[in-house]
Structures are given as structure tokens and as C-alpha cells.
């Protein structure tokens, strides 16, 4: 697996939603590596470990004012989604399908004013 070139987060230089930006890169970089791997959606708990084992840079969610990793996939829906796997919560690539959806059934749709 061919590594990303290292680039250091300096939070004094990056404002927080690039920080965003440059984390929702190197998991997009993740995700893909375990693609190619064959392997399936990844476990939100073991997001930090692989993203540092991969990209060796560190994953600085305080940086990019995210709590935990589902707040930063949540600030990605048409790069990445929060699914269901082996009772565990996980991290893909969004789906078509899962972006359909999310524009259609918009909660501020009210079905009954029709």
C-alpha cells in the first residue's frame, strides 16, 4: 500500500475546518486502502489507530472541534456515513443510495401540507 506523504497539522497554521478537511482526506485514504484490501466498513473505535499506523501523521479531532470520530464523518455525508456492522457503529464510503435518501427525506419536508 503506497503511504501518504507527510504533513504535519500545525493547528497554529490551520484554521479548524481545515483541520477537518485534511482529516476527512487521510480517512478517505484509510478507507480506500481498506477497500482495496477487501476488508469492509471500518469500527469508529479503531479509526485513530489506523489512521496514524497508515498515514503516520496524528489524528487530531480536539483540532478540528470534533468530539469523537462520528462527529467528524457527520461533517463529511457525501464522502462518508455512520453504518451498522456486527452490532458495531462503523465508518464508509457513502453510498448513492444513502445520499438519496438523506436529500429526500428532509425533516423540514411536511408530506401532510400537500
Not at 453504518?83 to 464508509?92: E, G, N, P
Request: hydrophobic share 40%.
Amino acid at each position: 500500500i503506497p503511504r501518504a506523504p507527510y504533513v504535519p497539522i500545525a493547528s497554529a497554521t490551520l484554521d479548524a475546518s481545515q483541520v477537518s478537511e485534511v482529516l476527512a482526506n487521510g480517512l478517505r485514504l484509510v478507507l480506500r486502502a481498506r477497500g482495496d484490501a477487501g476488508k469492509g466498513p471500518l469500527d469508529l473505535t479503531k479509526v485513530q489507530n489506523e489512521f496514524v499506523n497508515q498515514l503516520k501523521v496524528p489524528f487530531n479531532l480536539a483540532a478540528a472541534h470534533c468530539s469523537d470520530v462520528r462527529d467528524l464523518v457527520q461533517k463529511w455525508p457525501e464522502m462518508f456515513e455512520v453504518v451498522i456492522c456486527d452490532s458495531r457503529c462503523a465508518v464508509q464510503f457513502s453510498t448513492p443510495t444513502s445520499r438519496s435518501f438523506r436529500s429526500f427525506s428532509s425533516p423540514t419536508t411536511d408530506r401532510n401540507s400537500v
